[in-house]
């Protein structure tokens, strides 16, 4: 199973302050350990929202919204993809993770669909477009 494991913004991450050189470490060794067990697939940080944009749809109509956003405990901060068997290891896996920010924080996983985890609307055709992507993809890696 994969999951979106999403480290949610602080007051500093969105002030665009980065983390100590201490927490750089810690994270840096916790990937490391994530990378050994073939649970991390990939993981970034991502700049504060002030530097960001989103696109609102409202039928045909599409108007942009550039950042900062007002509320800080709904943006995200950062992210892993992880490859586990479950979401109970996922959430062990996550309970070893440095606090990121030291005080109190949230991390949130959330299961990401795969295609045999989509059912009957996946048709034969959306699943031959889906892997012509795939490969579309790893031949620029």
Do not use: H
């Given at each position: 199973m994969k999951f979106m494991v999403i480290?949610?913004?602080?007051?500093?991450?969105?002030?665009?302050?980065?983390?100590?050189?201490?927490?750089?470490?810690?994270?840096?060794?916790?990937n490391e350990e994530l990378a050994k067990a073939g649970v991390m697939l990939g993981g970034e940080g991502l700049y504060a929202s002030s530097q960001g944009a989103r696109v609102r749809f409202d039928g045909d109509r599409?108007?942009?919204?550039?950042?900062?956003?007002?509320?800080?405990?709904?943006?995200?901060?950062?992210?892993?993809?992880?490859?586990?068997?479950s979401l109970q290891e996922a959430?062990?896996?996550?309970?070893?993770?440095?606090?990121?920010?030291?005080g109190q924080s949230e991390i949130e996983i959330r299961r990401v669909y795969e295609s045999h985890t989509c059912g009957a609307e996946l048709t034969p055709e959306l699943l031959a477009q889906q892997q012509?992507?795939?490969?579309?993809?790893?031949?620029?890696?």
């Open positions: 480290v949610k913004a602080s007051l500093e991450s969105e002030a665009g302050q980065m983390p100590s050189e201490e927490l750089l470490t810690q994270m840096g060794r916790y599409r108007s942009v919204i550039d950042g900062p956003f007002a509320e800080t405990k709904e943006l995200i901060a950062g992210y892993w993809l992880f490859q586990t068997a959430i062990e896996w996550v309970k070893r993770c440095p606090n990121p920010d030291g012509r992507i795939a490969e579309q993809l790893a031949a620029r890696q």
